[in-house]
């Protein structure tokens, strides 16, 4: 079993910034890709930003590029989501994802389906 805890979120301006963090533990070993996705109320969980185990090869959604960057840390297991110029349609609560992957270079794809171990999540609220 693979644990995640998710730190970091909060409540910002619109405009603003936050940083993201999770933390996995438990049975990490071998390839794995990580993600974020988040949920608004009433909404579906998306995708936001995923990330092989390989760090180069990222994936994000179109409302996040340019604005969010993902990162690794393979030596501590864990994933970051760096968050600029926040606007409130990022509002929602933002949970880490995990799975485990055949090569090194996958990213684990854009459905929550596609992914094994979740997080609780953590809330971001930004305010306009």
């Known amino acids: 079993q693979v644990q995640l805890v998710e730190s970091g979120g909060g409540l910002v301006q619109a405009g603003g910034s936050l940083a993201l963090s999770c933390a996995a533990s438990g049975r990490t070993f071998g390839s794995y890709a990580m993600a974020w996705f988040r949920q608004a109320p009433g909404k579906e969980r998306d995708f936001v930003a995923g990330i092989a185990w390989r760090a180069g090869n990222t994936d994000y959604a179109d409302s996040v590029k340019g604005r969010f960057t993902i990162s690794r840390d393979n030596a501590k297991n864990a994933v970051y989501l760096q968050m600029n110029s926040l606007k409130p349609e990022d509002t929602g609560v933002y949970y880490c994802?995990?799975?485990?992957?055949?090569?090194?270079?996958?990213?684990?794809?854009?459905?929550?389906?596609?992914?094994?171990?979740w997080g609780h999540g953590t809330q971001v609220t930004v305010s306009s």
């Open positions: 994802a995990l799975t485990p992957t055949r090569y090194w270079g996958d990213v684990g794809g854009t459905v929550p389906g596609q992914y094994s171990y």
